[in-house]
């Protein structure tokens, strides 16, 4: 498995559910930490622990539905790490369910595209040229397996276009040292999976690392984190 030891990654929606579970799994592996919410307090108390913990730790605001917070929030990671090795696109919104499927309105789907689709998409297109330069980089933009649910359409179709994208960049990375894959969570007790969900937060761990430590150039791989729980 890779020692990821030392590398930079930006991690966004790092404050809480999955991606907290990723910020500590990250931080044992002694990653240096750039840590994205919406509020730099959010994750205040988490970035003092991984620092006392001798990491070096970088807590960064962005409201991810502002496209030009999105590009600054790119580019202040790429100025802080010289290089972004990690790029972990976990943040994302879903609009309330619509008991009535018809009902999805445009705004909705702009407000899902925007956060997220566009704006991992525009991480990855930042990240991509450096890792590239480099011969080096792991990218795993976080997806969904929500399916037959136009109750919750604008989310799905979202993640759908995150997906295809993934996938259609995936043959032009082969032998480049990077890798982008795409991670299913499974479905999660979490802010935004509720508490009806079957699984723990926790159970993202393991799985949710193996697109990160893959040591070949696997690219435009689904991976279910559920597949790898331990118990
Ligand atoms: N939970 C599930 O059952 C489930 C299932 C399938 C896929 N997923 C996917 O897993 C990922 C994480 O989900 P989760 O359940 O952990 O979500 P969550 O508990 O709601 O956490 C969302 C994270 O994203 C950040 N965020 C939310 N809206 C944002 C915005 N507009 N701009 C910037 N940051 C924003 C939040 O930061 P703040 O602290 O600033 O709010 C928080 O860190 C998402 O991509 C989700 O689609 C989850």
Redesign the pocket.
């Given at each position: 498995m890779l020692d990821i030891a030392g590398k930079w990654v930006l991690l966004?929606?790092?404050?809480?559910?999955?991606?907290r579970q990723v910020a500590g799994a990250l931080a044992d592996a002694g990653c240096n930490l750039i840590l994205?919410?919406?509020?730099r307090e959010?994750t205040a108390e988490q970035a003092e622990l991984f620092r006392a913990r001798g990491l070096t730790v970088h807590a960064l605001a962005?409201?991810?539905?502002d496209q030009s917070r999105v590009v600054e929030l790119g580019q202040e990671a790429l100025r802080i790490s010289g290089g972004i090795d990690i790029l972990f696109n976990?943040?994302?919104?879903?609009m309330p369910w619509h008991e009535n499927m018809f009902t999805t309105d445009s705004d909705e789907f702009l407000a899902s595209y925007q956060?997220?689709s566009i704006a991992p998409i525009t991480l990855c297109n930042l990240m991509l040229p450096g890792m590239i330069e480099r011969r080096f980089g792991r990218i795993v933009n976080?997806?969904?397996?929500?399916k037959d649910m136009p109750q919750l359409m604008a989310y799905a179709a979202s993640?759908a276009a995150l997906d295809k994208y993934v996938y259609d960049m995936a043959p032009h990375l082969g032998g480049t040292g990077v890798t982008m894959n795409l991670l299913?969570?499974?479905?999660?007790r979490?802010?935004?999976?509720g508490n009806e969900?079957p699984n723990p937060v926790e159970s993202v761990l393991p799985g949710a690392m193996v697109p990160v430590l893959l040591e070949d150039g696997v690219s435009g791989k689904w991976f279910s984190a559920q597949d790898y729980r331990r118990d």
């Open positions: 966004t929606g790092a404050s809480r559910g999955v991606g994205q919410s919406r509020n959010h962005a409201e991810l539905s976990n943040a994302a919104i879903q956060v997220n976080v997806t969904s397996g929500v993640k299913d969570p499974g479905w999660l979490t802010d935004l999976g969900a």
